[in-house]
């Protein structure tokens, strides 16, 4: 997609507007990807495996005539353990706290369990809502108008935009549409600040998207990733970035599969991470990590906290 006017004044606005947009739906939907490409710079961290995101991340798209600023949840599913409950209770509190909420959904025939409970919550809540149908480029053509007659039947009173937020289709239109829905106002943030979270918080995500990216099923779920130390050498005219972090995983098997033979996976995963902080930074970095082995840290509400998830 031709992004050219992506971050322009859409038609109709009348002086300068900005606001808060939440972005929720089932778990692997597409979200990231969206608030991604939305931004044209990488804040939140993609993977095709579910649940990928576990913390609200903001992200900042300022032009002259607005600023939006997107919150990016985790998705929405049936809790099994404390940090999938803290994860839905993210996601939902936003619902309350924004000017408009986007839910995305797949182009699915039917409506699953999931966008159903999604569904009714916020039928609960009285902050308007827009549904994007994200994943179309991968509906046949034969069948986009069918799918998207099936959801304006599922959604009956809500304003319904068929996206895909891989290759930007119809996001621009979306854009748009919700820059018309925010209140006049000022800016809360610089206009060259694209996400309220620390370097640190990158860190450790990009970190987590390496352990995600190149090993199997049973690890990614069990890891978090924690920065231990991050310092910038001042004196060094490279502007070297030292950052030390622990990667938590529950058992001993899923230690040896991160590590790998030798060491060459966990290698691997610091050598991809490091090339993204740099990108980051725009600083050498310096990057060294340990793999420590947590019992049950998924269930342990403190030790959630001093990971970062509250």
């Known amino acids: 997609m031709d992004t050219e006017g992506l971050g322009q004044e859409g038609e109709g606005d009348v002086g300068f507007r900005s606001g808060f947009v939440s972005i929720v739906g089932r778990p692997n939907v597409g979200k990231s990807t969206l608030l991604n490409f939305l931004l044209q710079e990488k804040v939140a961290i993609v993977s095709d495996k579910p649940q990928t995101t576990r913390n609200t991340i903001r992200g900042i798209l300022t032009s002259e005539a607005y600023q939006v600023v997107f919150l990016d949840t985790p998705g929405i599913h049936k809790p099994r353990d404390e940090i999938n409950r803290v994860m839905v209770r993210m996601a939902l509190s936003t619902l309350q706290e924004v000017d408009l909420v986007l839910f995305v959904v797949e182009p699915d025939e039917w409506l699953g369990k999931g ?39 599922l959604y009956p009173e809500r304003p319904l935009f068929p996206i895909s937020a891989l290759k930007g289709e119809g996001v621009k239109a979306v854009l748009d549409e919700v820059v018309k829905e925010l209140p006049e106002g000022h800016p809360y943030f610089p206009a060259d600040q694209y996400t309220d979270q620390p370097l640190r918080f990158l860190s450790a995500e990009i970190i987590r998207e390496k352990a995600f990216q190149f090993t199997g099923e049973e690890v ?6 924690e920065i231990v130390s991050y ?53 050498k970095v310096f990057l060294k990590l340990w793999v420590k082995v947590s019992k049950g840290w998924k269930n342990d509400p403190k030790r959630l906290w001093n990971l970062g998830y509250r």
């Not at 899923?254 to 930074?281: F, H, S, V, W, Y």
């Open 115 to 153: 966008d159903e409970y999604i569904g009714k919550i916020l039928e609960e809540v009285q902050t308007p809502v827009f549904v994007l149908i994200n994943k179309m480029d991968r509906v046949p053509e034969a069948e986009r108008l069918g799918r998207i007659q099936r959801h304006r039947e």
């Open 220 to 225: 990614p779920y069990s890891v978090a990733v």
């Open 231 to 283: 310092k910038e050498d001042s004196q060094n005219p490279s502007g070297l970035v030292a950052i030390e972090a622990n990667i938590h995983v529950e058992r001993s098997s899923q230690k040896g599969i991160l590590i790998g033979k030798g060491g060459q996976m966990l290698k691997k995963i610091g050598t991809a991470a490091r090339k993204d902080l740099e990108a980051l930074i725009g600083a």
